[in-house]
């Protein structure tokens, strides 16, 4: 496992070297589904995951489970530079705007400087305050929005902006062409989930709330497993952007005389999603993974105290019109319905994404206005 600054300082970069940066289980998330991605387009490019050391908040658990190989590079503050001034790769890909490599962007002379490494930006995933993100990522050589109807509102907004040259796209690893919908009616064999989120419900009387129902569901199925899908262990990801206060298991024991079939998993998303028939959320990304492998998916957002949860009216607004907003009764009841197709045209791409971004890197090098140092020189601050 090598560092990043350890990567020679040379203009002459293979045919095409990608490097994937995460630091969380979110961004691990996306860098190894950004990878099967770009894999499945050509064996010929070269792919690797670089763990940002510093903004780390990854346990071993985690980091073990999720990329049990490790990590091909280790990412500091200060290799950013090296790393986007050497061109030794040709594009970074990232779904977090990491102030190290952001703060390098904000040199016009960099953004026009020929010969250094494409930095693509994308969403981190359901972004319910999407003005910042594309402010912080305004200075990316490429981004990658949803849903669809946003880049209309992210043009608009950049053209009051010191942006460069920039390659505005649609589509995200995680929303990618669903499987076909389980029609409305009885559900099919498997488990039920609970796909819980570090932040919301935001109050314990409303995650308690959660887990009334879920023990119900579970009392009124004795046949199915009720699971609550942990995002992690209590005593995990205590460095995450998003840290979570009031713990599932802990609340579990707390409200004790539980059914047998009201069980707790830390498995992964893809193992779960295997033994689901039906998965049920309130404000997490957990929703689009559901409607993506074509699971009955109930998005409910009437738990207690939901009016104080500032992720509830904006998951509101987002999945309005998806057909997928479950009122308790429904949910308790079992009774889903199938995605709305509009709403899944807007929200997903194609399966063609890696395609896509190998498009925009050869934009990216064929875009105009490019400078060249001269010999030796040293990229001075604007």
């Known amino acids: 496992m090598a560092t990043a600054s350890s990567t020679p ?202 887990l009334r129902a879920m023990a119900a569901m579970a009392r009124a199925n004795p046949d199915r497993t009720i699971w609550i899908k942990l995002r992690h262990l209590p005593q995990e990801n205590r460095k995450h952007l998003h840290t979570e206060i009031y713990d599932y298991p802990g609340l579990l024991a707390e409200l004790g005389d539980l059914p047998d079939n009201l069980k707790t998993t830390a498995c992964t998303m893809d193992e779960a999603l295997k033994n689901a028939a039906l998965g049920v959320t309130c404000t997490s990304t957990a929703a689009i993974d559901v409607v993506r492998e074509g699971l009955p998916c109930m998005v409910n957002l009437d738990y207690v105290d939901n009016f104080s949860d500032p992720l509830n009216v904006p998951m509101r607004d987002l999945f309005a019109a998806s057909g997928l907003i479950t009122p308790l009764d429904d949910m308790l009841n079992l009774r889903f319905s199938a995605p709305d197709q509009k709403w899944l045209d807007n929200m997903f791409c194609g399966a063609n994404l890696g395609q896509q971004v190998l498009d925009t890197i050869a934009k990216f090098e064929s875009r105009p206005f490019q400078y060249t140092p001269p010999e030796g020189g040293v990229l001075a601050e604007d």
């Not at 990329?67 to 779904?95: I, M």
């Not at 910042?132 to 907004?157: M, Q, V």
């Open 9 to 210: 300082k040379t203009k002459t970069k293979p045919a095409l070297k990608l490097l994937l940066l995460f630091s969380d289980d979110s961004t691990l998330f996306f860098a190894l589904r950004m990878r099967s991605l770009l894999q499945a387009v050509s064996k010929n490019v070269v792919i690797e995951m670089g763990w940002v050391y510093d903004e780390n908040a990854l346990s071993f658990r985690q980091m073990e489970m999720l990329l049990p190989e490790g990590p091909d590079q280790v990412v500091r503050d200060e290799d950013f530079q090296p790393l986007l001034d050497s061109g030794a790769f040709s594009a970074v890909l990232t779904s977090r705007t990491y102030g190290g490599l952001g703060n390098l962007l904000k040199s016009k002379l960099r953004r026009v400087t020929a010969g250094r490494t494409c930095v693509i930006s994308f969403l981190g995933g359901l972004d319910f305050s999407p003005q910042n993100g594309f402010w912080n990522r305004r200075h990316a050589d490429a981004i990658y929005l949803f849903p669809r109807d946003e880049i209309r509102s992210y043009k608009t907004l950049a053209e009051n902006w010191d942006v460069t040259w920039q390659d505005v796209c649609f589509g995200h690893p995680s929303f990618t062409s669903p499987k076909p919908a389980t029609a409305t009616g009885t559900l099919g064999k498997g488990d039920i989930y609970f796909f819980t989120q570090a932040l919301s419900p935001s109050t314990k009387n409303g995650r308690l709330h959660m």
